[in-house]
């Protein structure tokens, strides 16, 4: 009878429907939600929820401005129309010979009126003067385009660059492949250190060091993507299947032999997608880190932007659109044959 009973305490037990929240989890989300507050508050986000809300508000006529629209508005009129020809003083241009102008290109003479500073009065004087100019009719959306051709290329040389940076520190920093565990602990915190350095910061040490343009940007761009492709190609060689290995390791072969014919097999694909990430990943970065003058066409945007020309600024942001759209299509077709 004491046997009977007992067997149906147990299966009571079993059967007992476990309560949804327990006194932990309430804590936990009262403390999660104060926690959340007093972050929204040093964040701004009322200031933030009220300033949209003026703009929703004026969007449909409750309101009549708000300063998101203002904002916003003021800087679109100045990007329309884009900037596709380029106007330049032949004062400006070294070795100018007007008998051999650039194709498509033509002369134009403006008057204008030049403020100057006469050296025996002492006082700011007004001479017109004509000046001439090199009138290109695509001369601006050429020299745009040949530095995201050069942004692009700094994209694939530093891809290139962490590749064959990442394929051996990845073999050492593989707890099942690492030469002796001290080399394994190096390895890795070598690898968080320079995926915990973003782009810009080390691309600003870098400037310094080379000096402006696309070498630093290079340099920036590998160092990083060598913290990410080392990360997950080791990760990748100790998930990568046993069996194959132990079956090549019963014939007698050595650890590098073991990588080729049992790992790469399995880990290649990854790693395809990997590098096709981080070249996709580098070619946006690349437009970032040429702000601090690390080359690329990001060093045009932002000699543009501080001169207030967002005309030049809006043709820019297009091209930097239409080449990254252009290169997903591509990297997605290259990755079906590949993977």
């Known amino acids: 009878m004491s046997e009977v009973t007992e067997s149906r305490q147990t299966g ?70 884009l900037a596709i020809a380029e106007r330049t003083p032949v004062s400006l241009i070294d070795h100018f010979d007007p008998d051999h102008l650039p194709l498509f290109s033509r002369l134009e003479t403006e008057t204008v009126e030049e403020s100057a500073l006469d050296a025996e009065t002492m006082q700011m004087t007004t001479q017109t003067v004509e000046k001439t100019y090199l009138v290109e009719p695509v001369g601006y959306l050429t020299f745009t385009l040949g530095k995201m051709l050069e942004t692009i290329e700094m994209a694939v040389w530093a891809s290139l660059f962490a590749v064959l940076l990442s394929l051996p520190l990845a073999w050492v920093a593989a707890r099942n492949f690492t030469p002796h565990p001290v080399l394994y602990r190096l390895a890795r915190s070598f690898i968080s250190f320079l995926r915990a350095v973003p782009e810009l910061i080390s691309a600003l040490f870098l400037v310094l060091a080379f000096g402006f343009g696309p070498i630093a940007g290079i340099l920036a761009l590998a160092l990083h993507s060598v913290g990410f492709l080392a990360k997950f190609f080791a990760e990748d060689i100790e998930a ?71 005309d030049h600024v809006a043709t820019i942001l297009l091209i930097i659109f239409l080449s990254v759209l252009a290169l997903d299509a591509l990297a997605a077709r290259l990755r079906r044959k590949l993977i």
């Open 240 to 310: 990568a299947d046993k069996v194959p290995q132990d079956a090549i390791r019963a014939t007698g072969a050595g650890d590098l032999a073991v990588l080729r014919l049992a790992v790469l097999p399995q880990v290649l694909p990854s790693y395809t997608a990997l590098t096709f990430y981080i070249l996709d990943r580098n070619i946006r970065m690349g437009t970032v880190i040429g702000l601090v003058g690390a080359g690329g066409i990001g060093q045009e945007l932002k000699g543009r932007y501080d001169m207030f020309q967002y």
């Open 12 to 81: 009571a037990e079993l059967w007992r429907v476990k309560p949804a929240f327990d006194w932990k989890t309430v804590l936990a989300v009262v403390v999660a939600f104060a926690l959340i507050s007093v972050s929204a508050h040093r964040m701004e986000l009322h200031r933030l929820s009220g300033q949209l809300g003026e703009f929703l508000q004026a969007s449909v006529g409750l309101k009549e401005s708000s300063q998101v629209g203002r904002g916003i508005g003021s800087v679109a009129k100045q990007m329309y129309p």
